[in-house]
Nanobody
Framework: QVQLVESGGGLVQAGGSLRLSCAAS????????MGWYRQAPGNQRELVAT???????NYVDSVKGRFTISRDNAKNTVYLQMNRLKPEDTAVYYC?????????WGQGTQVTVSS
């Protein structure tokens, strides 16, 4: 059974930084795409950033220049470095990986940015 374990969330002041990690385990297959989503109270879940197996990245406009997604294939881990955080970044962040054409979701980690 594939499991995704997220960590790195917390409370930070505006302008600060956090790094989220998501480690996948239990798969016999290589991970294809990896990504981060977030959901704020009352809002729909939105795509924040993705990274392909080849390292191609994509970001939602609101985080471009501030967030960086990366992956360590040897560790089956995806990261989201979040810099210059803003209160509007406050949300539960979920990682998502695709393995053998199937999506898997992390449990979510809370990021709260105070003004």
């Amino acid at each position: 059974q594939v499991q995704l374990v997220e960590s790195g969330g917390g409370l930070v002041q505006a302008g600060g930084s956090l790094r989220l990690s998501c480690a996948a385990s239990g798969s016999r297959f290589s991970i294809n795409s990896m990504g981060w989503y977030r959901q704020a109270p009352g809002n729909q879940r939105e795509l924040v950033a993705t990274i392909t197996a080849g390292g191609t990245t994509n970001y939602v406009d609101s985080v471009k220049g501030r967030f960086t997604i990366s992956r360590d294939n040897a560790k089956n881990t995806v990261y989201l470095q979040m810099n210059r955080l803003k209160p509007e970044d406050t949300a539960v962040y979920y990682c998502r990986v695709t393995i053998a054409f199937n999506p898997y979701w992390g449990q979510g980690t809370q990021v709260t940015v105070s003004s």
